[in-house]
């Protein structure tokens, strides 16, 4: 009996498998036309450019705005008039008491903290719109191409002497940021200021500056590659690269091993999580404030915010510094404008998510149009592989 249900077993196992190579043999031969492919890829890079200007907008231009507005105070003075009798006033009769009546004039003060700009994206956009035109949702665009551009050749230039291990490729790029930190600070303040006449290169500030912002650069390039290599030497070991590297293992697997592979999956979500919120997202705080308080006098700021950061900000004329320190830049960040910033990271991250499924959705009803059958195929050889029936 047992021989029996062996032998049928085996030849189910050995039927499932034919069937699964014949899909694939089927799809070896399957060429995609011409105009499927140049459908595919408009496609693909038209989800790109609405991931980039999404970032950029909102992740990049706004994001910088909400570090550094302050929203401001509304003062209000409520009169209220009432009519008032003496108490020591002698006995008067009805006609004579009326315009013995005092009117006592009483003014209460309240100050109304108005809302952020910066508190909806739609209403910083408009604010943006109408302070610097259209191309303002896009300012400062061609300093950041020139600043990544540079930072990426300096930083592989270093990676040919060092190595690209983890730490030689985060000394890299924290010198390369650190080399470049003045073009960075130009950046900020072409963002968060008026429009002016003056090309980035003539706002590029003076070369005593570096040594004031070479600290909060470091500290912020630091965080960055934290942010990074934390989850990633985490994924590593636990052993999870071999699921990144051929997803078709973790149908290899037993229902407990994979139980354990997505708590650790999940631990290594919470800990870059973690690493952002914590480090990374008040490290960029901390740089663009401190930019910030050295922003020049002849340049207007586009959102309301104080130059002297709550008076901590001496000029160099009066024997300050002339600019904020780190901590300092951090502790002057009130409370509601952190979770405002939070928000919007929060808001950038819910349309990016939208925008990609809706794309998700688009790549699909293509490839249906232009495979037809074979991307039935596709799917079942796909989820074969996942659960580990082929």
Known sequence: MSGIVHHLVRRG?????????????????YKIPVWGMVMVWVTFLAWIGFMFAIRYTYGSVVATLAMVETPGATQVIRTTVTNHEDPDAPLLSVDEKAPAKAQIVEEELFTIKAKPITSKLRTTIQHLRSRAGWSSRFRGLGVA???????????????SFLGSAPIPATIASVGSAVLLCRIKMVWTHIVISEPSSETWAQRLPERKIFKKIAGPTAYYALALQLSVYAPVLMAKSFG???????????GDISPEARLSVMTEALMVFLIGFGAVVSVLIPAKTMLTRVHASMLPEKDE?????????????????LGGTG??????????????????????????LAIQTAVTMLFVGIGVAELQLIMGDQLLKVAELARAKAIGAY
């Open 145 to 159: 191409a020139i600043y990544h551009s540079l930072h990426w050749l300096v930083m592989n230039l270093f990676i």
């Open 323 to 348: 600019n904020i320190g780190m901590l300092e830049a951090w502790k002057t960040y009130d409370r509601s404008s952190r979770f405002n910033l939070l928000k919007l990271y929060a808001k950038v």
């Open 13 to 29: 196992i050995d039927v499932t498998q034919q069937h699964y190579q014949n899909i694939e043999g089927d799809l070896a031969t």
């Open 301 to 317: 700021p586009i959102v309301p915010f104080d130059r002297t950061f709550d008076g901590r900000v001496i000029s160099e004329e």
């Open 240 to 250: 999870l690269d071999q699921y990144v590297n051929d997803p078709s293992h973790f």
